[in-house]
């Protein structure tokens, strides 16, 4: 297990952008819950500016986090034993970030009828993946570093 070092500076980052995604991913969830019938179109445009702020926050949060000096790369050099982890954790958020982007580009089609109970299906599975995604991050910092990255969660 490697000590905190010079990691105290990105777990600080990570946790903060950690702490916006997921208010934007509670804002996602409300809103997906709420009354689309007979609002469809005008549910649809308040959940996809949602949409594209969970987005927006977790490229974010992926990039920084994956950047030289971020808490994944970070983890990679104290922890080498991690790094596989790491590139498949990296992959998948890479792909959520993908399917993301897909329902945005599906809702921002004006022509195409919206399907209030498919979104939210989509939008659940999205946002189940993302927690996952969260939970996964959690564990490898606390394999690393002994400690608890997803306090508040």
């Known amino acids: 297990m490697a000590n905190l070092g010079n990691s105290q500076h990105h777990v600080a980052q990570t946790r903060e952008d950690r702490a916006r995604s997921l208010d934007f991913l509670h804002r996602v969830e409300r809103l997906a819950g709420a009354a689309g019938a007979g609002r469809a179109n005008e549910w649809r445009d308040d959940l996809l500016m949602a949409l594209d702020d969970l987005a927006s926050s977790l490229y974010d949060q992926f990039e920084r986090s994956a950047g030289t000096e971020g808490l994944l790369t970070s983890l990679t050099i104290e922890a ?45 599975e999205l946002t189940m993946t993302i927690r996952e995604l969260r939970a996964w991050e959690v564990d490898l910092v606390y394999e690393a570093l002994d400690l608890d990255l997803g306090t508040g969660d």
């Open 80 to 124: 080498p034993n991690l790094a596989p982890s790491v590139d498949r954790l990296r992959q998948a958020q890479t792909d959520l970030l993908t399917s993301l982007d897909d329902l945005r580009q599906d809702l921002s089609d004006l022509a195409r009828a919206v399907d209030v109970a498919e979104v939210r299906t989509t939008v659940s």
